[in-house]
């Protein structure tokens, strides 16, 4: 397909354990987004990525949680020590150029954490 | 720093009538606009976006916004709605002052219901 693609699409997880959380983005997009999406909120926006560079981290909400993209394209998002309040739905989005506001995002369907 | 609000939480409108859904938003300097859907499980797709050029901006679907620098709102509107119309619409703002570089910054949603 030539959309993003997200794993797992939905993840239970025990409080405490750590989670792992896959992007695969739309081949040769630069940028790399992940937002995190609570129950009947927007999505609000967790790290940036521009290649391999993490430019932007600022919206992760603790050192528990932890990005990377090592070649540039695939993307894991972890989650260590999960806890009930990062329930919640997780997106990534990519987009062609360098500017995530000028250049449309696409993203995809999201992986729902629900943490127990 | 950046800030969209969106005026109302859920709407409901009649199959065939018009929809109106508030935005305003709050930006340091000139900012990007867009309207962004989510449909049940699925991704967010891009409806329309308003970068400065034309302050009308027609988007898919027959959805148009709006700009209107001198009330900061960007509202959506469609002349008639189609049951296919349901889903989350979201406001989405972009300065490339917050919303983490480059990124968004996207209002509560709101939750549009088609009645047949």
């Known amino acids: 397909g030539a959309g993003v693609s997200q794993s797992p699409r939905y993840k239970v997880a025990k409080r405490g354990q750590d989670v792992a959380l896959r992007c695969d983005p739309i081949?040769?997009?630069?940028?790399l987004f992940w937002y995190q999406q609570a129950l009947g909120q927007g999505p609000e926006f967790l790290t940036y990525f521009q290649n391999e560079a993490q430019l932007d981290k600022s919206g992760l909400p603790s050192d528990r949680f932890f990005a990377e993209r090592p070649e540039g394209s695939v993307s894991t998002l972890k989650i260590q020590r999960t806890q009930q309040e990062d329930s919640a739905v997780y997106l990534c989005?990519?987009?062609?150029?360098?500017?995530?506001?000028?250049?449309?995002?696409?993203f995809g369907n999201g992986t729902r954490l629900t943490v127990t | 720093a950046q800030s969209v609000t969106q005026l109302d939480s859920h709407v409901s409108v009649s199959e065939g009538t018009p929809v109106l859904l508030r935005c305003n938003y709050s930006s340091s300097y000139s900012p990007s606009l867009f309207w962004y859907v989510q449909h049940p499980n699925k991704g967010l797709q891009l409806l329309l976006k308003y970068t400065s050029a034309a302050t009308l901006v027609k988007g898919i679907n027959g959805f148009e916004a709006e700009f209107k620098k001198s009330e900061t709102s960007f509202h959506l509107t469609k002349p008639s709605a189609h049951m296919s119309d349901a889903a989350e619409y979201f406001c989405?703002?972009?300065?490339?002052?917050?919303?983490?570089?480059?990124?968004?910054?996207f209002g509560k949603g709101t939750h549009l219901i088609i009645q047949p």
């Open positions: 081949s040769g997009h630069v940028s």
């Open positions: 989405v703002v972009s300065d490339r002052s917050g919303g983490g570089a480059d990124g968004l910054t």
């Open positions: 989005a990519s987009s062609f150029t360098f500017t995530g506001g000028n250049s449309p995002l696409h």
